[in-house]
T-cell receptor, first 114, second 113 residues
Framework: TQLLEQSPQFLSIQEGENLTVYCNSSSVFSSLQWYRQEPGEGPVLLVTVVTGGEVKKLKRLTFQFGDARKDSSLHITAAQPGDTGLYLCAGGGDRSNSGYALNFGKGTSLLVTP | DTEVTQTPKHLVMGMTNKKSLKCEQH?????MYWYKQKAKKPPELMFVYSYEKLSINESVPSRFSPECPNSSLLNLHLHALQPEDSALYLCASSQEPGGYEQYFGPGTRLTVT
């Protein structure tokens, strides 16, 4: 199993602040996904990063994949209460015809207060 | 349309009951997954179906029995569950078994009394 370490585990900030969430591993991943999950709901896919050094932007969210494809970061600019949720990074195990078993980090629980 | 649907939304069952969870996707995805998620923990993989055949079983107890009637449907049959099986059960699908991106349903909140 390829372990993914996320930090911080919890984050409570005021609306308008910036924040960065980190996802690190000692293993190389063919891709990493970021999901956001609200209480009682399923994770919603935000982005997939595949190429080392890749940067993707989704409105106020910026995702980066490390050059060595072992780590990723999520930066939120001017956070809003609607950004509140559990942020999960996930990377694949062996990519085969048997399935692509995602390994999830433990998640970062973000609370943005007005 | 990237929607995966799950029914029921909530389920309460006794330890002697038999119930089923249902999952459906109409995206033409060829891989479907069951995950279990406890509160404030990441999802844990239970089963993977690849082209309607069970390809991965993560050592799940036999009281959980998956079924894939066709390429759009995935069931999870439950029997003689324990209170510690209470959790959010998530279904997901991906375009191909080796596909990078999995799309999750809203989950079934299961409580075993």
């Amino acid at each position: 199993t390829q372990l993914l370490e996320q930090s911080p585990q919890f984050l409570s900030i005021q609306e308008g602040e910036n924040l960065t969430v980190y996802c690190n591993s000692s293993s190389v991943f063919s891709s990493l996904q970021w999901y956001r999950q609200e209480p009682g709901e399923g994770p919603v896919l935000l982005v997939t990063v595949v190429t080392g050094g890749e940067v993707k932007k989704l409105k106020r969210l910026t995702f980066q994949f490390g050059d060595a494809r072992k780590d990723s970061s999520l930066h939120i600019t001017a956070a809003q209460p609607g950004d509140t949720g559990l942020y999960l990074c996930a990377g694949g195990g062996d990519r085969s015809n048997s399935g692509y078993a995602l390994n999830f980090g433990k998640g970062t629980s973000l609370l943005v207060t007005p | 349309d990237t929607e995966v649907t799950q029914t029921p939304k909530h389920l309460v069952m006794g330890m002697t009951n038999k119930k089923s969870l249902k999952c459906e996707q109409h995206m033409g995805h060829r891989a479907m997954y069951w995950y279990k998620q406890k509160a404030k923990k990441p999802p844990e993989l239970m089963f993977v179906y690849s082209y309607e055949k069970l390809s991965i079983n993560e050592s799940v107890p036999s009281r959980f029995s998956p079924e894939c009637p066709n390429s759009s449907l995935l069931n999870l049959h439950l029997h003689a569950l324990q209170p510690e099986d209470s959790a959010l059960y998530l279904c997901a699908s991906s375009q191909e078994p080796g596909g990078y991106e999995q799309y999750f349903g809203p989950g079934t909140r299961l409580t075993v009394t």
